[in-house]
């Protein structure tokens, strides 16, 4: 990427600041001597967002102006640091809305740039890979890695944290999207996933038979839209049965349907790939049911699976200073130039 600079000689901060604002979700956080996450703040603006149904792209940012400074400090302090003890920051540069990726890229730049220190950029999606490496439990490099997210839904063949081969990723909705969208189409709060796996523990997931969409030709890609139609077009045929609407038998059957094709594909990559440990990250990583079936049917097949503890699930900014200290002690620094990008590149 043309705005990054190979600095001659790698970077092991002691006390690295990291910030994330990819979405709605102002964090940051302290990893001290490349090891200990000392804090780890994350400020949500789902509240606010929940009332339109989903995130208002323009509110976000200004949100997240609002919230940036008050975050930071207060990462800072838990930590037990002073400001002067940061020597380096990493900052989320894209995937993401770009009116908020541009509100954090901002502070992180006149942040290092006040204290002289050097800045790096980091993809929000490796970060979301590198927070496997905040649990004790890790896989060794290569791995299988899947992002299932709010925006996204890859998979990769991950040969170190600064080396990561597409090999599938979603023609349409990503997995979270397609849980936020059931959940409006069900009259239930956003964000869907949590919501909608609570409901599924009460209903039986076999109540409805929503498609799974394989893809033979392309076996590693995704499709949920016709999944989601699918949900929309059963509950506008039971509602004109006025009948009442079974909300938790969908939520579950829905579920069992993502779940399905999620863990068929991993698998399937893995197998294909010659590789044995895979690693799913992102928000959707976080659904108990996903987590359960895809340890027991990997597990079948001498694969072991790998998921990050919830929190860590969902945007923060530990992620987002794992990814960005393999990049520092490889010498890749951001310049003064350096720009936000709203899309994923490969
Ligand atoms: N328990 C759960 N089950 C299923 N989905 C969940 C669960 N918890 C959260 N999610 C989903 O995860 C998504 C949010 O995850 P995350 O914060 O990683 O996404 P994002 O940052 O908005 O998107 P991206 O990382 O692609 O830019 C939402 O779509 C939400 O519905
Ligand atoms: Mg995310």
Same mark, same amino acid.
């Given at each position: 990427? %043309? &705005? @990054? $600079?190979?600095?001659?000689?790698?970077?092991?901060?002691?006390?690295?600041?990291?910030?994330?604002?990819?979405?709605?979700?102002?964090?940051?956080?302290?990893? *001290? &001597?490349? =090891?200990?996450? @000392? $804090?780890?703040?994350?400020?949500?603006?789902?509240?606010?967002h929940?009332?339109y149904?989903?995130?208002?792209?323009?509110?976000?940012?200004?949100k997240?102006?609002?919230?940036i400074?008050?975050?930071?400090?207060?990462?800072? =302090?838990?930590?037990g640091?002073?400001?002067?003890?940061?020597?380096?920051?990493?900052?989320?540069?894209?995937?993401?809305?770009?009116?908020?990726?541009?509100?954090?890229?901002?502070?992180?730049?006149?942040? !290092?740039?006040?204290?002289?220190?050097?800045f790096?950029?980091?993809? &929000?999606?490796?970060?979301?890979?590198?927070?496997?490496?905040?649990?004790?439990d890790?896989?060794?490099?290569?791995?299988?890695?899947?992002?299932?997210?709010?925006?996204?839904?890859?998979?990769?063949?991950?040969?170190?944290?600064?080396?990561? @081969?597409?090999?599938?990723?979603?023609?349409?909705?990503?997995?979270?999207?397609?849980?936020?969208?059931?959940?409006?189409?069900?009259?239930?709060?956003?964000?869907?996933?949590?919501?909608?796996?609570?409901?599924?523990?009460?209903?039986?997931?076999a109540?409805?038979?929503?498609?799974?969409?394989m893809?033979?030709?392309t076996?590693? #890609?995704?499709?949920? *839209?016709?999944?989601?139609t699918?949900?929309?077009?059963?509950?506008?045929?039971? @509602?004109?049965?006025r %009948? &009442?609407?079974?909300?938790?038998?969908?939520?579950?059957?829905?579920?069992?349907?993502?779940?399905?094709?999620?863990v068929?594909?991993?698998?399937?990559?893995?197998? #294909?790939?010659?590789?044995? =440990?895979?690693?799913?990250?992102?928000?959707?990583?976080?659904?108990?049911?996903?987590?359960?079936?895809?340890?027991? =049917?990997?597990?079948?097949?001498?694969?072991?699976?790998?998921?990050?503890?919830?929190?860590?699930?969902?945007?923060?900014? !530990?992620?987002?200073?794992?990814?960005?200290?393999?990049q520092?002690?490889?010498?890749?620094?951001?310049?003064v130039?350096?720009?936000?990008?709203?899309?994923?590149?490969?």
């Amino acid at each position: 990427m %043309s &705005h @990054e $600079s190979k600095s001659k000689k790698g970077l092991l901060p002691r006390h690295l600041l990291a910030i994330e604002s990819s979405c709605d979700e102002t964090a940051a956080a302290i990893l *001290s &001597h490349g =090891e200990v996450i @000392e $804090s780890n703040i994350v400020s949500s603006q789902v509240k606010i967002h929940r009332e339109y149904g989903g995130i208002v792209p323009e509110i976000a940012s200004r949100k997240h102006l609002e919230a940036i400074s008050l975050v930071v400090n207060e990462a800072i =302090e838990h930590a037990g640091i002073e400001i002067a003890d940061i020597d380096a920051v990493a900052i989320t540069q894209g995937p993401g809305l770009v009116g908020s990726l541009v509100v954090g890229l901002s502070f992180a730049k006149a942040f !290092a740039m006040a204290r002289g220190i050097p800045f790096t950029g980091v993809n &929000h999606l490796a970060a979301h890979l590198a927070s496997i490496f905040l649990e004790s439990d890790t896989p060794g490099f290569p791995f299988i890695g899947m992002v299932v997210s709010g925006g996204h839904t890859s998979i990769y063949r991950v040969n170190s944290m600064l080396s990561m @081969e597409l090999l599938g990723r979603t023609r349409d909705d990503a997995a979270g999207e397609a849980f936020d969208k059931v959940a409006k189409i069900l009259g239930l709060e956003y964000p869907g996933g949590p919501v909608i796996s609570h409901l599924a523990t009460k209903g039986d997931p076999a109540a409805f038979d929503f498609p799974r969409a394989m893809l033979p030709d392309t076996p590693l #890609d995704f499709s949920f *839209s016709g999944l989601k139609t699918s949900v929309l077009t059963t509950v506008r045929r039971l @509602e004109n049965d006025r %009948s &009442h609407l079974p909300v938790e038998d969908l939520c579950a059957s829905f579920q069992e349907a993502v779940v399905d094709v999620l863990v068929k594909k991993l698998i399937h990559a893995a197998r #294909d790939n010659g590789i044995y =440990e895979v690693v799913v990250t992102g928000g959707v990583a976080a659904n108990s049911r996903l987590r359960q079936r895809l340890s027991s =049917e990997a597990g079948r097949e001498g694969i072991e699976a790998f998921f990050p503890s919830p929190g860590y699930c969902t945007d923060n900014a !530990a992620m987002v200073a794992v990814a960005g200290l393999h990049q520092l002690k490889a010498g890749i620094e951001a310049r003064v130039d350096a720009d936000v990008y709203s899309r994923q590149f490969s």
